[in-house]
């Protein structure tokens, strides 16, 4: 993966409650800012999409593309860059660890690469507008549930 971008929040779940709101991405345009459209375009293994059409619009992105994913049960989930318009490359990650109080840390990793030039600043700064407010989102969603 190339240079990325972490972060990471504790939501009050177990890794399987926060999993099962990452793999619901008929939900994404509910609580995930910026995204328009969440498409399963292809069934994986244990009821989890292999891969998933996006809309979004967060800025500085607005792009429509496809994203492959890898399940390792309700521990990690990796995705890559299938195709896009405006995106060259979107490679991420969530990680769950769960605290053994009830709670789980949730680590997103985010590396993206557009097809126009942007100074290495701006890329970070885009690639952790989007990290931060998914997490926050996911956060809200999960606890809300």
Do not use: C, H, N
Not at 9 to 19: E, R
Not at 74 to 87: H, I, N, Q
Not at 108 to 113: E, K, N, Q, S, V
Request: charged share 25%; aromatic share 8%.
């Amino acid at each position: 993966m190339a240079e990325q971008t972490t972060s990471s929040i504790v939501i009050s779940a177990p890794a399987s409650a926060v999993m099962e709101v990452i793999a619901d991405f008929e939900s994404y345009p509910v609580w995930a800012t910026g995204v328009r459209t969440a498409e399963v375009t292809e069934a994986g293994t244990g009821g989890r999409a292999r891969a998933v059409f996006f809309a979004l619009d967060v800025s500085p992105i607005k792009d429509e593309y496809t994203l492959v994913y890898d399940w390792d049960g309700d521990r990690a989930v990796t995705w890559t860059l299938a195709e896009g318009k405006m995106l060259k490359a979107l490679d991420g990650a969530y990680i769950l660890e769960e605290r053994g109080d009830g709670t789980t840390q949730v680590t997103y990793r985010l590396a993206l690469d557009v097809s126009i030039p942007l100074i290495g600043m701006l890329k970070r700064k885009g690639e952790k507008i989007l990290i931060d407010t998914a997490l926050k989102g996911l956060k809200k969603r999960v606890e809300s549930l």
